[in-house]
């Protein structure tokens, strides 16, 4: 499904250092929840985000024995040692659970969750920021945003954490490039891109919670790999007329965000120019892929 993918970053590490093939999201589903959680240099804050998911999805495993999961962790061409750090996890927890994607260079944060996504296995996807900037607990409230909007029977349905309760509190406490992304960036998606003012706001948190044939019908035809990504991701959305819930949920400004004042937001303003003309132009289309039977 992605023509630009690298032979090696078609396979995983086992816990015993096997090489083993990824599966393909047109595959059925084999678990109930697959977790992504795209990487760049987060050798220091991704395992406290580890130790949280990991805590909550165990004792959710307790309470329930039928319960499967498994967490990407996509590593977007790092120098640091994210990947060793990851890969502490699969030993821990067995490659059943834990996964390690190693790309070979930095693709961008839309780049690695495309990368993660098209190899889960999960019935539902949820995209988590390596920071831990939401707390992970929160699934269990994107899961009832998720439910409420009664995806049946093409099961297409998306809840993104939303962070606008928060908005007056944080404006305090935020940086100023996040302020001024805040209130400029919108106003651009509305005229830029049409997308409505209620989805508007769902770009900015890295919390998504996907159905997996809505994940197969928007990632196939994703483009964008740096930080607008999201923002396509919800054009496409609105163009097959996939529902989407915005849920509050808790969040944080953690400290080493790879986020570049200016240039960042340089980056995200061309990108949505180039989603709409490219749409508009025909160069970019939306895909219709099949799910294997």
């Known amino acids: 499904m992605d023509q630009k993918c690298n032979e090696k970053e078609r396979y995983f590490l086992t816990a015993t250092g096997l090489k083993k093939p990824f599966p393909s999201l047109s595959e059925p589903p084999s678990l109930d929840l697959s977790v992504v959680v795209p990487s760049y240099n987060e050798e220091s804050r991704l395992p406290v985000m580890m130790e949280e998911a990991m805590d909550y999805l ?8 039928l319960y499967a999961y498994e967490v990407i962790i996509v590593d977007d061409g790092s120098k640091d040692k994210t990947t060793e ?6 030993k821990k927890y067995g490659d059943d659970k834990v996964r390690v994607l ?3 260079k930095n693709r961008g944060k839309g780049g690695a969750v495309r990368m993660g996504t098209l190899r889960t296995r999960g019935r539902l996807i ?10 992970f607990a929160d699934i269990a409230k994107v899961e009832t945003g998720l439910q409420k909007l009664s995806p049946k029977p093409d099961n297409m349905a ?5 962070r606008a309760h928060l908005e007056k509190e944080s404006v305090a406490q935020r940086s100023m490039f996040r302020t001024f992304l805040m209130y400029g960036w919108f106003p651009l998606l509305g005229v830029v891109l049409l997308l409505r003012q209620r989805d508007q706001g769902h770009t900015q948190c890295g919390f998504k919670l996907v159905t997996r044939e809505a994940a197969l019908r928007t990632f196939s035809s994703l483009h964008v790999e ?6 396509e991701l919800l054009y496409i959305a609105q163009c097959f007329k996939i529902p989407i819930a915005e849920v509050a ?11 570049v004042p200016f240039w960042s937001w340089l980056q995200m303003g061309k990108d949505l120019i180039f989603i709409r003309l490219r749409y508009i132009t025909g160069a970019w289309r939306l895909e219709y892929p099949q799910k294997s039977q």
Do not use: H, Q
């Open 249 to 259: 949920v808790n969040w944080t400004e953690i400290e080493g965000s790879k986020l």
């Open 158 to 162: 998306i809840a993104c954490g939303s």
């Open 102 to 104: 190693t790309l070979e």
């Open 126 to 135: 949820l995209m988590a920021d390596a920071d831990g900037a939401t707390k």
């Open 85 to 90: 750090i990851a890969l502490r996890y699969t």
């Open 226 to 231: 740096r930080w607008a990504f999201d923002v």
């Open 58 to 65: 165990e004792k959710k495993r307790k309470k329930d024995p």
